[in-house]
């Protein structure tokens, strides 16, 4: 096989504006058209998490070549251009390694820095390839690093490896004893990437098989931070990335029932915020911390969490984040059996739902959307005991949710489940809750087997109504997680 004879571009060269897709955008914001662009992508079956800032990126040239899935996107919007036609570099002339370029064809080439690329910071989040899309599922070793490659075809298994192979650290014992280089902007765009990655296979996969894992990226994380950045920005960067990556790790943790692991990497997170004067961070490490609080029986706690959150969250004028915040607070309130103060939490929620989302929502909060509305209320009403009233919300959340997060479909049917088991109609529940145990060879999650063995138990006097004692059968076969 010949080498490509394309070359890499310099690393120096400032990048130049896409004016041709500037001109392409028209009168629509930088936001309609990431609008726009996430619509186009859903008509293909693609997911693209496309926002503002990456239209931004893109105009500016600092991402000259759009990973796979962006282009099959980008194409599908304007039949009849190619990608030089939308002010786009060919892909081998951006990163040196196109089809030809490959001299080994089951090991992708491995990045590595040189100390005058690693101590240059000028090139900022001026990657000129973008990156694979969070949501881009797509395996595609023509353009895949070690990390890309490690994330999407090892799943779970390879999250730590993965995530520090652009650190430049590694797992083994000996690594605390070798220096750390100052970081620059490139670590700490792997460091985001990392913590997308993780957000992307908890979404699709459950907690279960990534937590004990996801700890290695975590330190990584860290000691990036004492190995200290030449740039404030870059510096900021760390902190936000090392906080939201404990964040991160925490819901993994409380997702897999490890509730004293997850509250101390909230507080973690909250004390990175904190010292870096961010609140965006903590906000949302209060946001954690509420729920966490509802989830361990501390419903008192989860209040006044979620109050603080918002009292914090209220300046950065995202009306969805207050939202997500106003159903923590109404968890809260349920678990307290305050009805009243619950219903008048869930009136705001929606409320400031309707409002619509804004280029001020964070990146984190992708997951949010009515189907998840609609299950957070569901759980309210199932604490509060009105079980025809949660299933109904439960109901709706499942048939809301984008069949791209498999978690959260199995999580809002299994409720559905409880709720209509609780409620009377175990024929139903018994439907519902075979639904979840087809979808649990691809979701490894510690609640959802706790809501469905709470399921079986109430649903073992009702062995006779129709279903039912096929999935306590089916139930009681699934192989117990250690």
Avoid: K
Avoid at 109 to 128: D, F, K, L
Avoid at 334 to 345: E, F, H, K, N, V
């Amino acid at each position: 096989m010949t080498s490509s004879s394309a070359t890499s571009p310099q690393p120096n060269q400032p990048p130049q504006p896409n004016l041709a897709f500037r001109q392409l955008r028209g009168r629509r914001s930088p936001a309609e058209f990431a609008a726009a662009v996430r619509r186009a992508a859903r008509e293909i079956g693609e997911r693209v998490s496309c926002d503002a800032r990456y239209i931004g990126r893109v105009e500016a040239g600092e991402i000259r070549c759009p990973n796979y899935a962006y282009e099959r996107v980008f194409l599908h919007m304007f039949p009849g251009r190619t990608l030089t036609d939308l002010g786009f570099a060919p892909r081998s002339s951006v990163r040196g390694r196109g089809r030809g370029a490959r001299t080994d064809e089951d090991t992708p080439p491995v990045h590595s820095m040189s100390p005058a690329q690693s101590a240059s910071e000028t090139r900022g989040a001026g990657e000129p390839y973008d990156t694979q899309d969070p949501y881009d599922t797509h395996i595609n070793y023509e353009e895949s690093d070690v990390l890309r490659r490690a994330f999407m075809t090892g799943g779970g298994a390879t999250v730590a490896a993965a995530s520090l192979g652009p650190f430049g650290l590694a797992l083994d014992a000996s690594a605390a004893e070798r220096p750390v280089r100052r970081p620059g902007a490139s670590e700490a765009g792997a460091l985001e990437e990392a913590v997308r990655r993780i957000r992307l296979l908890d979404d699709r996969h459950g907690a279960d098989g990534l937590y004990r894992r996801a700890a290695g990226p975590l330190r990584a994380a860290y000691a990036l931070l004492d190995a200290g950045a030449t740039r404030q920005a870059t510096a900021d960067r760390l902190h936000s990335g090392a906080g939201e990556l404990a964040i991160s790790v925490g819901w993994l943790a409380h997702d897999s029932g490890r509730f004293d692991d997850a509250r101390s990497h909230y507080a973690e997170a909250l004390a990175t915020a904190r010292m870096t004067g961010d609140p965006a961070l903590e906000a949302h490490a209060f946001c954690n911390t509420a729920f966490l609080a509802r989830d361990a029986g501390r419903p008192r706690e989860a209040v006044r969490a979620a109050q603080a959150a918002q009292r914090i969250a209220h300046p950065l004028g995202s009306a969805r984040l207050m939202s997500l915040l106003a159903l923590r607070e109404a968890g809260g309130w349920a678990g307290l059996a305050d009805r009243t103060g619950c219903a008048q939490a869930l009136t705001r929620a929606h409320a400031l739902y309707e409002r619509g989302a804004s280029d001020a929502d964070p990146e984190w909060m992708s997951f949010y959307g009515e189907a998840e509305l609609e299950a957070l209320e569901a759980q309210c009403w199932s604490t509060l005991g009105d079980w025809t009233r949660a299933a109904r919300h439960a109901r709706r959340a499942a048939h809301l949710q984008d069949p791209h997060f498999t978690r959260n479909i199995a999580l809002y049917t299994a409720e559905l489940a409880d709720d209509l088991a609780r409620g009377g109609r175990p024929d139903e529940a018994a439907a519902a809750g075979m639904r979840v145990l087809d979808l649990l060879d691809e979701v490894q999650s510690s609640r959802i087997q706790a809501m469905l063995a709470g399921t079986a138990r109430v649903l073992l006097p009702h062995r006779r109504a129709s279903g039912v004692s096929e999935f306590l059968e089916r139930h009681a076969s699934l192989p117990r997680s250690v």
